[in-house]
């Protein structure tokens, strides 16, 4: 199975890979700063879910998401700093996940108010402040099916 | 906490790197310019705080049962959503 294998981001290449692609975070997580190394893991059952696995713990992860699954018309405004830190070029450029939290197998939320954004061609991510936080919500419900 | 009176224009240096300015006082707002290396990340504390809470509930271990989505399929835009200026 593919699920231990690392793919470093070498070449210009979609986040979307069906293992694990590493991340890297210079600033960190919010509260979680000195954690700057992750790998971006997707499980095809899971999906859309994928983790934001800790590499040097890797027992330690983040449940994420892509918004525009639930949320097509989410439109994080990235701050300027943010976008010359993570050297993005393009909107192309970014990837965009938000934190899930789960509640329980039936209940998630979503935190829409600081999503990681990550450049697709240098893996280099950051979780951002978007500009536009007052208008999101940190723990927005994501609708789940109540038959799991 | 180590509190200095600043009056508009006049800075703070923080561990030689990071320079903190009064740049306008209107009424009981403060305008504050911040300058830091880009991988010192700059927040103000109310948002920083709730969304630490956030990530810090969030944090769990690869074997959490995921709930179901209805139907996961992708709708995305012809733009990622992200506004680059």
């Known amino acids: ?148 | 906490m180590l509190i200095l009176s600043r009056k508009t224009g006049e800075s703070i240096v923080i561990d030689g790197r990071i320079h903190v300015k009064v740049v306008r006082v209107e009424g009981e707002a403060v305008k504050i310019g911040i300058e830091a290396p880009s991988e010192v990340p700059v927040h103000r504390r109310e948002v920083y705080e709730e969304i630490q809470r956030s990530n810090q509930q969030a944090l769990t271990r690869q074997n959490t049962a995921l709930p179901k989505l209805p139907s996961p399929k992708p709708v995305k835009p012809a733009r990622k959503g992200s506004k680059v200026p």
């Open chain 1, 1 to 148: 199975m593919n699920s231990a294998n690392v793919i470093e981001i070498e070449e210009p290449e979609t986040v979307e890979t069906t293992s694990g692609c590493e991340v890297r975070m210079p600033a960190g997580l919010l509260g979680f700063e000195q954690i700057k190394n992750f790998l971006l893991i997707a499980n095809p059952a899971e999906a859309p879910f994928r983790w934001l696995q800790v590499k040097d713990n890797p027992s330690l992860a983040f449940v994420v998401i892509e918004p525009f699954f639930f949320m097509p018309d989410y439109s994080p405004d990235i701050p300027q700093q943010d976008v010359n830190f993570l050297g993005l070029s393009s909107p192309d450029d970014a990837a965009v996940f938000n934190i899930v939290t789960v509640h329980n197998s039936k209940g998630a939320t979503v935190n829409l108010k600081g999503p990681v954004v990550i450049n697709r061609n240098t893996g280099v991510g950051k979780q951002v402040v978007i500009a536009n936080a007052a208008q999101y919500s940190v723990q927005h419900p994501l609708p789940v099916n109540e038959a799991a």
